[in-house]
């Protein structure tokens, strides 16, 4: 019995002492999870490859870590010499290259051209140089997407991207080397002169700053305003699109002005030129230069009620204040400050650039800063969006948010979300939508899905998935979003609004026949409109409208506050203005056919703030015209500025977090570009036109393949027998319904809306264009020439010429109803 007494008291002893070294070990554990591990950003690492042209080192591409595909294949165009040989240099900064490979694709990815391993390069101090000997399976005058890959020691498989063409034109490299000699000259004044034949100086321009110069502006202003800054450093040049005869080039460089070290001002400068080649001469078609002058953070700088930020645009600079208004926080030129008007403390809370490399990569400008919140302590919540220049996530395009806290002095990583789009079309998806809840919840919007991301847990939800233009809206202050489900770009059964701060979700909706669409928010009053399942408006076999028999306003509690409704009266063509919502009426003329009567307008009663420049201002200084400022509520002197630099990073909690939609069949989307520059992106054809049309610009679908041009179109064109040749295109005529699809080879776009002019560029790829002059009659475009215009009867057989004015003026007469193709075989 003792014996047994014994043993059971061993054992719970064992038991006892196994419990106290688990707990022991487990807070152990537990304090270590809640310990962060610091450390500073790390430098940028990857290489940077350049291309050949002409004898010019250009085109700079940077590496990513993921698979890119086509999405970020218009960064630049390199052009292949007679023999497809095409030379490029690596900036290798670590010596870690061990493999070179390359791909040539079509531009929808979906045919494979070729897939080459390079056995030899060069390798020098710092740099290889490499041929990539392109085999002889390109057609002539035609983009393909070139993916360089390089295998590496310590960063794994790195992905370049550039779109090649083969052609036998060397007008580009007059061109190239015109831009690069405009930009030389406009520092001398003597020299500049015979830069003024270029110039198209218009009265109506606006000189009053130097962020912005354009083909319109004075001589002053191309030539710095007398400003004495030189050059810093070598020009950057990249090849963005040559269309036949024509080119845009972008250059980007450095400036300085004033002293030395922390005193010299510094500029970033990017001009975009659009030219046309001719025998005679180059002419400049467009030309933009933007300045922006890299804050420093001088304690001069910080002065009176002021912030001065200097030379930049203003439609960048982002400002935010906490619930108190002593913080202050600022994005400028991708830098994000803060201030503690209290203390006058200044910090540097984030940036990529750095002071040891030699800003190729640091100073990459394809990413950007969104402030989500400020506390009063001078906690600042905020987003990092784009490529990542450096830090571990060096070379991927996505999201990250960050928590910089004053106390710790220190940002921590809550998460990070890779996504494969371009910055711009990021960009354009986070602007509209990146808000911080009161909740704990992150809603944001990616490729058009919105999603809430649990910050607690980091896990997600999808919120609304395949937006469309049209079917969802959002409050100014982004607290309140609003959707239909759905692809019906004209209403659903219900509309969805959600508070997102409180996550609360309210149900619009009601009439079982009842069609609900979101049309946008006056503060965050919401507004509506509501339309009959019936009331289609139909025109030559494609949907003009839903019109809509009532609008609605309902405020943050869910009360109607205004109504828009008139007897037989209806409602299309909706905008929202601030306080003023612009509409059209319209009087139903026919089943299916309505005729428009008068533009109206409601005026709401709602105060608002333009939040996106609160807080700042400018004024007009001696030597540098306009300069911007963050607004202070209390008066600083020079003197009692600190100014400091978180000191470490965190990265120990954060977490990729991979956002993933329904699958859902995405809208098709038309997508404008101008002047080395994505303008966004439009569900309708003539949306996106005109976008691009006053940067000489191009529209191309979601392969950046080209579906329109300004200006590459011969002079004349003639299709002999359109009947003939249009036949697959009439053939589908019938039944186009309006979406944007391909059928037996003939890409068929709906093109209501644009100018005679416009689409003569459809004639000239060699498919007639549809003009409708009646309900279901149409005249067939089937050729032009500097004065006139081919107009083909297929009722008849008779062709007829017409001046361009005078058809453009009756066509515009008909409601410019075109219809066009594209030959895709």
């Known amino acids: 019995m003792s014996r047994l007494l014994k043993k059971i008291g061993i054992l719970s002893a064992v038991f006892v002492a196994a419990i106290a070294v688990y707990f022991m070990w487990n807070q152990k554990s537990t304090e270590k999870k809640e310990v962060m591990v610091y450390t500073s ?208 080039v972008q250059l980007e460089y450095q400036v ?47 002065s009176g009620k002021r912030i001065l930020l200097g030379i930049t645009n203003p439609d960048e600079i982002r400002t935010a204040k906490s619930p108190s208004g002593s913080q202050v926080a600022y994005v400028i030129n991708r830098d994000l400050w803060t201030f503690d008007q209290k203390g006058k403390h200044g910090v540097k809370v984030f940036s990529f650039r750095s002071k040891v490399d030699d800003g190729l990569r640091s100073g990459y400008d394809q990413h950007d800063i969104k402030i989500l919140s400020v506390s009063d302590n001078g906690d600042v919540d905020f987003l990092v969006y784009g490529y990542m220049n450096r830090g571990i996530h060096e070379g991927t395009m996505g999201i990250a948010m960050y928590e910089y806290s004053s106390q710790d002095n220190a940002i921590k990583e809550h998460f990070f979300t890779p996504v494969t789009l371009s910055f711009e079309m990021l960009k354009e998806d986070v602007e509209q939508l990146a808000h911080l809840g009161t909740n704990g919840m992150l809603y944001l919007m990616a490729d058009r899905s919105v999603y809430g991301i649990d910050l607690n847990s980091n896990e997600y939800m999808v919120l609304a998935d395949s937006l469309m233009e049209g079917g969802y809206a959002v409050s100014g202050t982004e607290r309140h979003f609003a959707w239909h489900e759905g692809s019906d770009a004209y209403g659903a059964s219900a509309i969805h609004l959600m508070d997102l701060d ?67 009266v209806y409602i299309s063509d909706v905008s929202v203005d601030d306080s003023r919502i612009h509409l059209t009426q319209t009087i139903k003329s026919g089943d299916k056919s309505y005729a428009v009567s008068r533009r109206d307008t409601i005026v709401c009663n709602q105060e608002l703030s333009d939040a996106e420049l609160a807080g700042v201002g400018s004024y007009a200084s001696d030597d540098r015209k306009k300069l911007y400022y963050v607004q202070l509520d209390k008066e600083t002197e020079s003197k009692e500025v600190k100014i400091t630099v978180p000191k470490k990073v965190a990265y120990e909690a954060t977490e990729v977090v991979e956002l993933k939609g329904n699958q859902k069949p995405r809208e098709n989307r038309y997508y404008a570009y101008g002047g080395g520059r994505f303008l966004g992106s439009r569900r309708d054809f003539t949306d996106a036109l005109a976008l691009a049309y006053d940067k000489m610009g191009v529209v ?49 776009i709906d093109a209501r809306g644009c100018n005679l002019n416009q689409i003569l560029y459809f004639v000239g790829k060699g498919c007639p264009v549809a003009a409708y002059t009646g309900e279901g009659g149409y005249l067939l475009v089937s050729g032009y020439d500097q004065y006139n215009v081919t107009l083909f009867n297929p009722e008849t057989g008779d062709s007829q010429k017409m001046g361009i004015n005078d058809a453009s003026a009756y066509f515009t007469g008909q409601g410019n109803d075109f219809v066009c193709g594209l030959f895709t075989e």
């Not at 041009?709 to 040749?725: A, E, Y």
Request: hydrophobic share 35%.
């Open 41 to 248: 950003m790390d430098e940028a690492s990857l290489p940077v490859v350049s291309t050949e042209m002409f004898g010019r080192r250009m085109n700079l591409l940077h590496g990513y870590t993921q698979d890119m595909k086509q999405t970020v294949a218009r960064e630049a165009l390199t052009l292949l010499p007679a023999d497809r040989s095409m030379n490029i240099e690596i900036g290798d900064y670590n010596g870690s290259i061990n493999g070179i490979s390359y791909e040539v694709r079509s531009l929808d990815m979906e045919r494979l051209v070729e897939r080459t391993t390079i056995d030899q390069w060069n390798q020098e101090e710092n740099r290889i140089t490499a041929t990539l000997p392109i085999q002889n399976l390109l057609k002539k005058d035609e983009e393909y997407l070139l993916v360089l890959t390089l295998d590496t020691s310590d960063k794994g498989q790195l992905f370049y991207y550039t779109r090649i063409m083969w052609t036998d034109s060397t007008n580009a490299k007059e061109m190239i080397d015109f831009a690069v000699d405009f930009t030389n000259k406009t520092f001398d004044y003597d020299q500049a002169k015979e830069l003024t034949t270029y110039l198209e100086t218009s009265d109506t321009e606006d000189n009053s700053s130097l962020s912005h110069v354009t083909i319109r502006s004075s001589f002053s202003q191309l030539t710095w305003g007398g400003l004495p800054v030189t050059p810093v450093g070598d020009i950057r040049v990249t090849l963005k699109d040559l269309n036949g005869i024509m080119c845009s």
């Open 256 to 302: 300085s002005r004033g002293g030395e070290g922390d005193t010299k001002e510094l500029y970033e400068v990017e001009e975009n030129f659009t030219m046309k080649w001719d025998s005679r001469r180059i002419y400049l078609m467009d030309f933009e230069r933007d300045t922006n002058q890299i804050f420093s953070g001088q304690k001069d700088l910080f």
């Open 502 to 568: 409180t996550g609360i979700k309210r149900e619009i909706g009601g009439g079982e026949k009842d069609l609900y669409r979101p049309l946008g928010f006056v503060g965050d009053d919401f507004i509506y409109g509501i339309a009959g399942d019936n009331d289609v408006w139909v025109q030559n076999g494609r949907i003009m409208d839903v019109p809509m028999h009532r609008i609605e306003i309902m405020d943050q509690r869910g009360t109607i506050v205004k109504e828009y409704e008139q007897e037989n």
């Open 700 to 748: 191309t679908d979601q392969n950046q393949e080209i579906l329109w041009t300004r200006v590459n179109r011969p002079p004349i064109r003639n299709i002999k027998d359109p009947l003939k040749t249009g036949a697959v295109f009439l053939r589908n005529l019938a039944d186009f319904h309006g979406t944007r699809t391909v059928r037996e080879g003939v890409l068929m």
